[in-house]
């Protein structure tokens, strides 16, 4: 098995992710750490789907590229091929915490594009990882993302000039009018996931949402983010409370003005903590390394509602994440009262 064994010189930097918000902005602090030390460096996050709103998240990053390359559309392979033929390291994504493995067709692409001793990857459930790869990393069950990256910069021997994860995000002064935010304080409310594992029934969101807006004082807004499908599926909402719908250089400015955010466990609660903003996470079972004290320091002032003890047997969503379903509201109302107010 090929290692790197001294520095090089990188021309350029690649790394395979998942289309979501979390695993990306991870990609983002892998490349951002080869960038300063690599200035002239070309890189780029591939992602399978999803490719605009990966733009728009990192529109303030003008070195960084977002590609969508996948099977369905052949000529994105082939424009993959072009451009990131012979990149001088390249690193896939951590996948395998729950007995899972990463894409192989993506392994494969991420082989065929990196040059010899370069492509790096973790341990997971496929069994000719040393095939592929020229540096295997293990992947502890509970290691925190940003540790697994910069594992990965040390593999590639590349310095962590950036020891922790943040983010840029362009002006926009617009949402704040159009929502009729100047001058008012809010807290942002993200209670979506986009799936059972790590989603709550609709009574307890209504339930917290409830909640929170009474203890909220009076002049303070409560501004709740999600697709437009989600949110049309909100029943009752406090007189205190609007529905907003934002593109994500929007939600980072609307987020970054906030007196803080109370989220699921989601990619906009991992854009508030990059953000360093105030912040309530309701993490379920299987997210626990991403909330861990090593993960965002001690800038993000976090509090992390989780029981783990409900799924001893297995994370159980059958109807929805009983992990969350057991986290008590009144508790979480009551934290957001002290961290924020």
Known sequence: MSVLKRPIYIRKGLTFRASSIGDCLM????????????????????VGSRGAMIRDLFAAYPWLEIIEANRRNPFSLIELG?????????????????????????????????KRGGLIGFQDSFPFNGVIYDRVLPLLQKSAPVELERSALT?????????????LYTPQPQIFERLGL?????????????????????WYRQELISKLSKVLPDGHKLALTGSKAERESLKDIPSNALIVETSMQELAALIAASVGMVSLDTGAAHLAAHLRKPLIVLASCVGEQWWSREMYGEHVPAAVFTRTDVCAAG???????????????????HRAKELFL
Not at 83 to 104: E, I, M, P, R
Not at 182 to 200: C, D, N
């Open 27 to 46: 990609g983002k602090y892998f490349l951002e750490n080869i960038y300063k030390a690599h200035p002239e460096a070309r890189c780029a996050i591939v």
């Open 82 to 114: 072009k451009k990131f033929h012979g990149t001088d390291v390249t690193l896939t994504q951590y996948a395998g915490k729950n007995g899972g493995s990463f894409s192989l067709m993506s392994k494969l692409a991420a082989r065929m594009l990196t």
């Open 155 to 167: 593999a590639a021997m590349v310095p962590i000039g950036i020891p922790m994860p943040s983010f």
């Open 182 to 202: 100047h001058q008012v304080k809010y807290v942002v409310l993200h209670l979506f996931s986009g799936g059972k594992a790590r989603g709550v029934s609709p």
């Open 315 to 333: 994370h159980d969503y059958s109807e929805y994440a009983k992990c969350l379903e057991a986290i008590t509201i009144d508790d979480v109302a």
